[in-house]
């Protein structure tokens, strides 16, 4: 099973940096969660959400966060339409489920017409 979080959307904020007071390192990324086994490939609901600043390599905490950084995040928080979360069915599930059907078809054939 394979548990990954794929970026939705990323966005330039024009606030200082925290760390090194650079203006438009600052990156907001938004992911969402993407599940696959063998049987079935899925996007959750599961978001988690990241600033980091591209100047100084630095992930950047809520606890450093300014007053302009926390509301620039709330309203792209708001802004923010993630994906659907859907499942979609791989050929080895429903292979599986054709032969599992195929064989209650067939025993229940045999018990309802055992002299044929």
Partial sequence: MSERFITVKEVVLN????????KGGLRLTFKQQFI??????SI?????????CKTCNTTIYPVQWTDDIERVF????KAFVPKKASTYLKKATWVVIV???????????FILYPKL
């Fill in 74 to 77: 709330e309203y792209q928080q």
């Fill in 36 to 41: 696959e086994t063998k049987f079935y490939k």
């Fill in 99 to 109: 032969f599992v059907v195929a064989v209650i078809i067939a025993i229940l054939f």
């Fill in 44 to 52: 959750t609901n599961n978001i988690k959400n990241s600033i980091a």
């Fill in 15 to 22: 606030n200082n940096c925290p760390e090194c007071y650079s």
